[in-house]
């Protein structure tokens, strides 16, 4: 009978727990005292750890069912690949064989994901132990990427080599499959707007075949999941308000060829705005003034973002009141019959706020001041919403950050918030090389080096040389943001100008200095001083060079000068929104050997649409350059084409020297240019953008128009051209090419650009 209840016993616990096993050598009874535990077989595994493990102690008094828990304990540990336990007497002999560890773990099979980019996502490393666990949770690991890839047919086998010292290689032999993309989409239930209307709204699109690096065409689940919010947004906003995406589902085809995604639709009916109605704990607030900002009449279709961007409105100007915390909650109240609804607007009670402190965080390379002076706000001031929006704007506007966050959140007391600007940084460095192409300079090569924020201080640094057959240009310069530790913006830059003309040479140097102060918002003030001399050599006689007087000897201009402008653009590097107006003049003839007074005048306008995917940008210059007491000499006139009307050369527009044929600029000038920027029919994961542009512009009259072409001719020049502008790995790449459609058989052309470079 003995003899039966232990065979009896061990099979219940090889049963239980597959590779255990216990072997009773004799028995005095179900129950028995431990005098002592053995462990054997361990290696990695100190004796000490194991008995911490294990539920039973020496002294304790146990039976067969304590055994049984104790090979449980151990097995959950997930460090043993097999245990057996056996008492001799009233000793409890533990035998284990430790789980292998990890020496190598090897993909093989793979072609289209890289070993490294697989490896990454893996929660498992060599030196591990390993478990069947580890490799069932790595292979549906390895599973979801190449899903997330829109290979749904990939296999993934898991492969275990036996190595010495109990180590053990762990392989994947994967299958990637094809790459199953999605054939057709379709909705049900719609009747308000067509199949293809509602296709253009969602971000998941059809396999197309030119579209080689698209990823909006693989089968992603969580892509649906966004394609749905986009849909109610899109019904809400055009009054559905009972809309209701019911499914959205894909299943894989027949021939496992590719995805057919279905999304089943609940429109409802269309409804007008009837009201707008308030409640306010807060007993300060005027409800009419707050009714203004919602830009929703009655009678208008309901339009959901509307609302959420007057409930935003009503957040930020209450936030101007020092609520900090305020709770303002829309109810939508819908009538089916009349198909209308009203809108009540709950606003939460709050208390006036300070701000007890503010943090910059995630800056690891910035200083902490070159965000703070940035701020129109210090510790102790009263909570203001539109202080903190403007400080956000200007701390994107430095161009160091990726991306800037700001929350608000409770300080020691109600009363008082702590402010804290998340910033993820960039790299500020650009190092770029440039190649163009014109009739006059032939080839140019370019190139600058760029620091805009240097050593996290915000100071700028620039270096550049441009070389072509015809000229050579080398400037370096310093901008200093907080100049004294003041609001007063300074920099310097040092230049050096060589010209090389069929009959004189002529060689610039200088410098220009300046300081710039924002008096109000968006507003500025910059002064200006710049000293430069210029030596002209003459090589052969020409009428236009002799009449000026400038050949032969050294010129000096001392100029100052003063800018006033207004600037909302939303990032001065790539804006995409904002306008900016300004207006200078720089007078020459303190000191020096000209005298002259020139005024410019600059405009840009930047506007998004279709939900920022396309951005129109319109940009115009104009001057004007009158001598005093004197006529105006060739350093003092404008000069026009390159980056400002493309596809002419730099200075291609206008009066040449007839011996030269080198410009001599002129004292009156316009320019300006429309552009249509936007990735629309690319992939985001291209990094292009394309742009369509027409840029315009004339200069024209000297006062020394003998020996000069075109000396009068102010007709309008114009071109029309397309450009790409690409964020490669290794940098920024743009290329314009620009054709000109009105133009003066005088001018001189330049239709290719191009310029790359890499940013550290």
Do not use: C
Request: hydrophobic share 35%.
């Amino acid at each position: 009978m003995l003899l039966l209840r232990k065979i009896l016993f061990s099979t219940a616990l090889l049963f239980a727990v597959g590779l255990s096993s216990v072997s009773l050598a004799q028995s005095a009874g179900d129950r028995f005292t431990v005098d002592a535990i053995l462990v054997e077989g361990n290696e990695r595994v100190t004796d000490a750890t194991i008995l911490a493990y294990l539920p039973i102690k020496t002294g304790d008094e146990i039976d067969l069912q304590a055994l049984d828990q104790a090979i449980g304990s151990l097995f959950a540990t997930n460090l043993f690949e097999n245990v057996s336990i056996s008492r001799s007497g009233n000793q409890v002999i533990i035998e284990i064989v430790e789980n292998p560890i990890i020496s190598r773990i090897n993909i093989e099979g793979n072609d289209v994901l890289t070993d490294e980019r697989l490896l990454a996502e893996l929660d498992v490393q060599p030196r591990r132990v390993y478990t069947a666990e580890v490799a069932r949770t790595a292979t549906q690991r390895l599973l979801e990427i190449y899903r997330l890839s829109g290979r749904f047919a990939a296999s993934v086998v898991p492969k275990i080599i036996r190595q010495d010292n109990n180590r053990v290689d762990l392989v994947f032999e994967v299958d990637e499959g094809p790459l199953i993309k999605i054939q057709s989409i379709r909705f049900l239930g719609n009747s308000a707007f067509s199949d293809y209307a509602l296709r253009q709204i969602i971000s998941s699109r059809v396999e197309r075949w030119w579209a080689l690096f698209s990823s909006t065409d693989k089968y992603d689940p969580g892509r649906l999941d966004y394609d749905v919010r986009l849909l109610r947004q899109f019904y809400l906003s055009r009054g559905y308000a009972d809309i209701d995406v019911v499914r959205a589902q894909g299943g894989l085809l027949s021939d496992r060829s590719g995805f057919a995604v279905t999304f089943s639709l609940k429109e409802g009916p269309r409804y007008r705005l009837k009201d707008i109605s308030f409640t306010s704990e807060i007993e300060s607030v005027d409800i009419s003034r707050l009714r203004d900002l919602i830009q929703l009449e009655e009678g208008d279709w309901y339009d959901v973002r509307a609302i959420e961007e007057g409930l935003l409105n009503i957040t930020n100007e209450l936030g101007n009141f020092g609520y900090a915390f305020v709770n303002v909650t829309p109810e939508v109240f819908t009538d089916p019959e009349t198909q209308t609804l009203n809108v009540q607007i709950n606003i939460g009670a709050a208390t006036k706020n300070f701000v007890e402190r503010i943090e910059v965080i995630n800056n690891s390379r910035t200083l902490d001041n070159v965000v703070r002076r940035e701020l129109e706000l210090v510790e102790g001031d009263a909570y203001n919403q539109l202080k903190i929006d403007r400080s956000l704007r200007k701390v994107r506007g430095l161009g160091f950050f990726r991306k800037v966050d700001v929350q608000t959140l409770p300080g020691s007391t109600d009363d008082q918030s702590i402010v804290q600007f998340d910033v993820e940084e960039q790299p500020t460095g650009d190092f770029s090389v440039g190649l163009g192409y014109s009739s006059i300079d032939k080839t140019t090569l370019t190139l600058g080096i760029k620091e805009r924020n240097f050593l996290g201080s915000g100071r700028a640094t620039n270096f550049a040389i441009s070389t072509s057959d015809t000229r050579a240009d080398y400037r370096i310069g310093l901008t200093e943001p907080y100049l004294f530790d003041r609001n007063l913006r300074g920099s310097i830059e040092l230049f050096r100008e060589q010209v090389k003309e069929t009959s004189v040479e002529v060689e610039t140097q200088g410098l220009q200095t300046s300081a710039s102060f924002n008096a109000a918002r968006d507003y500025y003030h910059r002064f200006g001083y710049g000293f430069v001399t210029k030596d002209t050599v003459q090589k052969s006689s020409t009428t236009a060079t002799s009449d000026t007087g400038d050949e032969g000897k050294t010129v000096t201009e001392s100029t100052i000068s003063y800018t006033l402008g207004r600037d909302t653009l939303n990032n001065r590097f790539d804006p995409s929104e904002g306008y900016l107006l300004e207006a200078s003049q720089d007078y020459a003839g303190i000191g020096g050997d000209v005298n002259y007074l020139r005024t410019n005048l600059r405009a840009a306008y930047y506007q998004p649409y279709f939900f920022n995917a396309l951005v129109l940008g319109v940009r115009g210059r104009a001057g004007v350059v009158e001598g005093l007491d004197e006529k105006v000499s060739q350093s003092g006139r404008f000069f026009l084409g390159g980056r400002r009307v493309r596809g002419f050369d730099g200075s291609g527009i206008g009066p040449r020297d007839t011996g030269t044929d080198s410009a001599v600029g002129g004292n009156y000038m316009y320019s300006g240019s429309i552009e249509l920027i936007s990735r629309l029919g690319l992939s985001d994961d291209l990094g292009i953008r394309w742009t369509v542009f027409s840029d315009f512009g004339s200069v024209w009259d000297t006062d020394y128009p003998n020996g000069v072409t075109g000396a009068d001719d102010d007709k309008l020049r114009q071109s029309i051209g397309v450009g790409f502008l690409w964020d490669t790995a290794i940098g920024p790449l743009t290329f314009y090419w620009a054709d000109a459609i009105s133009k003066s058989s005088h001018d001189k052309l330049k239709r290719f650009q191009f310029n790359i470079g890499t940013r550290f």
